[in-house]
Each structure stands twice: as structure tokens, then as C-alpha cells.
């Protein structure tokens, strides 16, 4: 029933706008009048933290599996390998991370006898490198190590009813640390070799380290046993899974031979290849070289803190700058720095120049925050914000962020220089492809036909236009895998593939075959006009994972340009579990794809198109499963090699082989355009590094001062509405005034 308010509820509507008006006033009055939008709590705004992002949680944070780049955006700053790439030096350059010195190989002929410094790889039985480690490096302070008065480990044997109110590592409020040791760095090695972890370049080490293909039986054996005395026990309700859910089978993998990696003393191991491999020092400078404290191991496998999600898939321990202090991957993800790391310095520099921060104790900066945002419009609308640190450049904002001038190149635009924005922008070293599978009856195959069919296509797909469409230009099209800024890159006439660009003189550079080439091509192939001999047009599967915005349009294009010679794509887009099973298994046509430097060497790119390396037979990296005599030939003699005239000279006969070969629709290598704002420094791009947070410097008062600029409250509109809202309340106060003189 609608009726008059009663006096009590006239009362109490004056009172309420009376109480509203004077709050709003009051929030005029004391605001703050720098950034009412500020994500950020206000004690946090001098203090030296760094924030940035991620779009997607880390699917591993275990260096025996992670393998991708947001992963080691994320490991790279907590765990350290025994060596690093010098921050300043270019080309790349391995220093001594937590080793007193790089090691110099010992190299052995089969007999025993110790040979020269460098002799043919032919002659070499075996290699030795021994890695004495600095004294006094110390883990970040973690629960796994927190001991009682006693000296026994507090969380061991830990129950479910102790972990019922814990979700995050730092929920357990005991912690300790203790000092780096070689058995550290032994038991990540023989965790490389533990089948359950599927260590991603298990494929590789086990060609090179002794004796790791006969210790990975050895854990098979043992897991074996310990699942049939299981079974055994548990009867015809036994579940694998489940069971090792509920109570992990324990390894003790020092106590199983392993002679390729051995402990020397408490500061010294030593690990022995079967042949001469120089390239294993790059990879002794990545995380799956982290050492793994024996306690750490024994830590995670309790069942009690796995069914809390407690992993050390999710909750790394190690030795760097910084430690997981926070870790919500559907929010935020945050480092802290290590209250124990050692005395480190930033490095002096190398051209001469005197560098402000030589000699200043690292790390600059006391936090990492990486918030998740998903949508790139928000992300980068913060960074303009000042609200995040650095950010790339979407391709929706490119046109705003950047210009193109005529012989110049890139450069930002009026409105960030403005802002003070740097914008950094390098040759990743990085390519990105389209690969046949050479294993298909259609698009497989070594023959001549075959081959051509290849060419062909690698014509009709425009890499210059799909670059400029949708990269904003920001690529260099490939010519073979290995990437500029690598040994074995060569530029020009040189550099370019004939059997896909023709050489313009007038402009000096290579200039894409016409489509009539590339129909001839498909003629000679076996399908003039795109039809078979079945009389049926050439159709290729597209095997991706793509999905967003941009996918279908991209599809359309791959679509266009090979309708252009008569060919027909079968989009086949899958979600990512099951198009990296159809990669694996070689079930498929053509795909796109990708790699990431591991380290600045051509041995790094060409290994991808090694035989013995394909994926569908040997779980490779060779996605292709291109497996050439010649090329693998060549391989063997150049991949053990240091740099030099001869090895350029394979190199140069091996990119042939595959330029002719095509196994791969030769793609791109990105140029990243990385921005950051003025109030950051030492932002150099990582590209083959990872671990390069620790270097980053905060102006903090610049900051503050560019987010107050640029953050600044309008209060025009809500003084506005403060007013017309003191104006509606007046009859409600005189009213309110009268009763009381009336009372």
C-alpha cells in the first residue's frame, strides 16, 4: 500500500541526506588528489616493486618440465644453474652463476688416455666437465628446510589435519635455509631421467650424458616393483593413479648408479658426456640444470600437502634473487626477494662506457607483481596508466603507440614520447614456421615431386603480407632456421632462398616468386590447376589450436592464398591438448609452429630438423619429423664444431639441403617492440637470458610523481552532483527544523 511517510521516517530520510551530504563533503575535503583508481595499496608507493603480467597461469614451475617462456619469466628469477649469460655483453656470453669458474672440458680416448685441448671429435670417449661451486650460496628460506630445536625437520610426516586451513606455501609459518651443496645439483640431473617427469629434453641429454638412458630403466624398474608390491597388496581394486595420488612413490636417485653425473665433494660434481658436445655448457645455463635440495623433494611428496595443491610444480625452492611469495594463478602471482642471496654485483661494462649501477649490490628491486590480465585493452590501458611497468605493443593500439617512418624504421609516436615511454625493440632469437609432415603420403616424402609441391606452396603463402597484416611489419621473413644475431645467419643475396624469391636488383633484396612459379611448381608436382590424379583437388589439413579474435581471420588468409594455386585447406582447430597429441603422433599435414632459443647457438635451430630427433618416433624436437641422409650427415660434423669458417661452411650446404628439401614453409623471425616507462632502467631485452629481473632498476618517486599526472581525479562532475544533492536535500532539512521548533 502506497501512503504518506510517517513523521519518524521523514525524520530519518532528512537525517540519512543530512549524513550523506557531510560525507561527500568530507570526501571532497581529504581525498587523495593523485589516483582514486589506484589498484595498489598507498604504502606500497615508494617501494621498490616491479609490476607487470601474465595471460595465462604457468603450467609448470618444476625445472625438470618447464619448458615455455612465461614459466621462465617466472623460474629464472628463483632457481639458478651454475652458469648465466653476462647481462651486458652481446653477443651472448656464459659466465659463472653459482660456480667459482667456467670449467674446461677433460676429453678421453677410449682407451683411457687424456687428449689435447681440442681434438677431433672422432677421438673423444669421453668428456668431463668438474664444476666447484662458490662457498656460502644460500637457499630461499621455505618451509622444507625449517628444523626444530632438535635438528629434525619440522614439516616430515606432515598430516592432512596440519594442512587443513593451508593454500599457499607461506600458510606454513616455519622456515628455514641451508647452503648450496653439489649433491643439489646431481639429484636435478638424476630427476631429468625420472619417467614421471617427462622431462621435455630428456630426448637430447640421454645422447650425451653417460649412462642417463640406463638410469631411467633403473627408476623404472623400481617404480615397477613398488606398484606390483602395491597391487599385490591392494588386490583387484588397485588404481595406479589414484593410489600414487594418495601415497607417492619415493626415488632415492642417489642411491642408483649414475655415472654421467657424480658428487666430487660437498662444493664439486661432475658430470661426463660420451662425446664431445660443447653446446652442453648452454644448457647447464638453464633452469633443468637447477639444483634440488634432497629436502625439497622429500618436502613434496608427502600426499598430505598434494591433495592441497602444494607442489613443487607451483611452489619453487631455490637459490636466486628472488622466492615465490605468493602463488594465485587466477590473480596474481608475487616474488619477494631472497633474505639469504649472496653477495652479487652488477657487472661492469664492456664497450668502454662507464655503467652508474657497476658495482651495486643486486637485486634493485624487493618485489615482482604479476597480475593476470587476460584481455589485452585493460592491460595496456593500465600501463598508459603508469599502473604496470612495461608492456608490449597490441596489435589494436600499434597504430597509436607507433609510427613508421620512410627509412627510419619504427619509432613511438607524439603521444607516448609525451609520456617519456621507451620503446626497445630487437630481432627475437626465435623463428616461427609452418611445418610439413614429412611422414604424409600427400605432402611427405623425398622425391623431386614432392618436394616441388612444397615449394609451391611455400610461395603461394605470402609471409611479407601475413607479417604486415598481422605483426604491424614487426618480423623478417625466413629464408632458413636459424635466426639473425646466430652464427651460421647470413644477409643479402646470400641469405636468400631461390627456390621461393628471385633477387631484385633495383631494390637489393629478395623479391617473392610470382603465383604462375608457383602453379608451374604444383604442375610438376602432379597437380596442374590443384587437381590430382585422382581428379580431386589438392586439399592440405591445417592442424592449430588457434583461437581469439584473430583466428578465424587468419585461417580465411592461409585459406586465400593457397585457393590462389588451386589448393583447398581443411581447417582442422582443436584445443591445445589434443592438436600437441596430433603433433606428436605425426597425425597431420601442416601446422604452425615455433621455437625459442635455448641458447645462442646454430646447433639450437638445425637440431629441429635432425632425423634422429623427430617427433612422432624419437619424441623430438623435430615437429617435421624431417629425417634427410644428407642433412643429418652434415649435422654430426657440425654440431659438435666450435665457430669457425669450416662450420659456416656446413652450415651453409645444410640450410641448402633444406631450402630445397622445404620441410618447412620458412616463416618469420619476430622483432619484439618492448616499451617501458621512463622510470624503469636496465630494461635490457632478455631474448636468450631469463633471469635478468635482478638487474631492473625503480625510480620510485618518478613513479609516483608520472601516476599522480597522470591519474589525477576530475571532480567537476561529482562537485556537480554534490551540489544538485545538497540543493534536494534542503526542504527535507527545514523541514526536519520546523518539527523541531514545533516539538
Known sequence: MVGRLTDTQRNGAGARAIALVFALALVLAGCDPAQPNNPYRASDANAPIYYTTFREPPKHLDPAMAYSSNEYSLIAQIYEPPFQYHYLKRPYELEPLTVEAMPTPEYYAPDGARLGADPPPQDVDRVVYELRLKAGTMYGEHPCFARDAAGALVYEGITDRAVADVDEIADLPRVGSRELMAEDYVLQVCRLADPRLNCPI????????????????????????????????????????????????SIDYLAIPFPGVEVVDRHTYRITLTRKYPQMLYWLAMPFFSPMPREAVDFYDQAPLIRRGITLDRFPVGTGAYRMERYDPNTKIALARNERYRDERFPAAVDGTTHPDTGAALPFIDRVVYSLEKESLPRWNKFLQGYYDASGVPEDSFDRAIQIEGGTGATLSPFMRDRDIRLDTAVATSTYYYAFNMLDPVVGGYSEERAKLRQAISIAVDIEENTAIFRNGRGISAHGPVPPGIFGSRDGRERMNAYVYGWDDARGEPVRKSLDSARRLLAEAGYPGGIGPDGKPLTIGFDNSWTGAGARTRIRWLTKKLDAIGAVVANRTTDYSRFQDKVRGGNFQLISWGWLADYPDPENFLFLLYGPNGKAEHAGPNSANYDSARFNELFARMESMPNSPRRLELINEMTAVLQRDAPWLWGVHPVDFSLYHSWVSNSTPPLVANNNMKYRRIDTDARVQRRRGWNRPRYGPLAAGFAILALGSLPAVWTIRRRNRGA
Do not use: F, T
Open 202 to 249: 630428456y630426448s637430447i641429454l640421454e645422447n650425451y650424458i653417460l649412462g642417463m638412458s640406463e638410469y631411467r630403466v633403473s627408476v623404472q624398474e623400481r617404480l615397477d616393483a613398488e606398484r606390483e608390491r602395491r597391487k599385490q597388496r591392494a588386490g583387484g581394486g588397485y588404481d595406479v593413479a589414484r593410489d600414487e595420488r594418495e601415497e607417492p612413490i
